[in-house]
């Protein structure tokens, strides 16, 4: 297993994990997957220094990505802070150390920004306990809860 910097050359195989991610996550009922938007999406934040993007990979296949974004706090704009926006592991390899090694290159990206904070989220769903535990072991509190509407 190797967690890495997306690059390019992911995009195909990254765009597939995002779509399963979509599948599984609340919002698959809200806002349709667009996998031509989604893959162009993906290209622009390899390109942009305030977004991180990074891949699991086993045996050179993609099974887990995740991303954030780096920006200057509405409240004090001189503050950066780093948040989390999208977390995705192949079912099969949860609680392998994929994912902790995932949030750690975020965290580790997230403090090489020079970050005051980071924001790491969970979904509202049957993970949400678990995910809430794991956050907490590693020294986060709960901040806010979102709400959706169609509008």
């Not at 934040?45 to 991180?52: I, T, W």
């Not at 150390?97 to 290159?105: E, L, P, T, V, Y």
């Not at 995910?131 to 169609?150: H, N, Q, V």
């Amino acid at each position: 297993m190797i967690v890495r910097r997306a690059n390019e050359s992911d995009a195909d195989g990254y765009t597939e994990a995002a779509a399963k991610f979509h599948a599984a996550s609340p919002m698959h009922g809200v806002i349709a997957f667009d996998k031509p938007g989604y893959k162009q999406f993906f290209l622009q934040s390899l390109a942009n220094d305030s977004v991180g993007v990074w891949v699991c990979e086993v045996d050179k296949k993609i099974v887990g990505i995740c991303g954030a974004i780096a920006y200057p706090l509405y409240f004090n704009p001189s503050s950066l802070v780093v948040q989390e926006l999208w977390w995705w592991l192949d079912p099969s390899e949860r609680g392998s150390g994929a994912g902790s090694q995932m949030f750690k290159n975020i965290e580790q990206w997230a403090k090489a920004k020079n970050a005051n904070a980071l924001f790491m989220i969970a979904l509202e769903d049957d993970r949400a306990p678990k995910m809430e535990r794991l956050y907490s072991r590693a020294g986060f509190r709960p901040m806010e809860r979102t709400f959706i509407k169609e509008v």
